[in-house]
């Protein structure tokens, strides 16, 4: 089984930044993807951005050009630095990893996740 711990999250002004870390830890897998979804009150759950193992990145239209998402495979630990924050990206930001582990095959595992509030 693979854990994921998020940090990062808060309030902050509109125009401002803030920094998500996702690490997995767990025993016996392999990384194939990472990356981070939210959810707006009364909304479903979207995704945000992707990495994968091999560097590709993939962006919602809505944060392309502001936020931009990094991994550390040695760690494997993904980030989200989120730019030009808007009103509208106030939600609960979920990691999310597919990860390959012998025996047991791919999976999705899914952080606790934390709360990003952009408001003056």
């Known amino acids: 089984q693979v854990q994921l711990v998020e940090s990062g999250g808060g309030l902050v002004q509109p125009g401002g930044s803030l920094r998500l870390s996702c690490a997995a830890s767990g025993s016996g897998f392999r990384v194939n993807a990472m990356g981070w979804y939210r959810q707006a009150p009364g909304k479903q759950r979207e995704l945000v951005a992707t990495?994968?193992?091999?560097?590709?990145?993939n962006y919602a239209d809505s944060v392309k050009g502001r936020f931009t998402i990094s991994r550390d495979g040695a760690k494997n630990t993904v980030y989200l630095q989120m730019n030009s924050l808007k009103p509208e990206d106030t939600a609960v930001y979920y990691c999310?990893?597919?990860?390959?582990?012998?025996?047991?095959?791919?999976?999705?595992?899914w952080g606790q996740g934390t709360q990003v509030t952009v408001s003056s």
């Open positions: 990495v994968t193992s091999g560097g590709n990145t």
């Open positions: 999310n990893a597919n990860t390959y582990r012998a025996y047991f095959g791919s999976s999705n595992s």
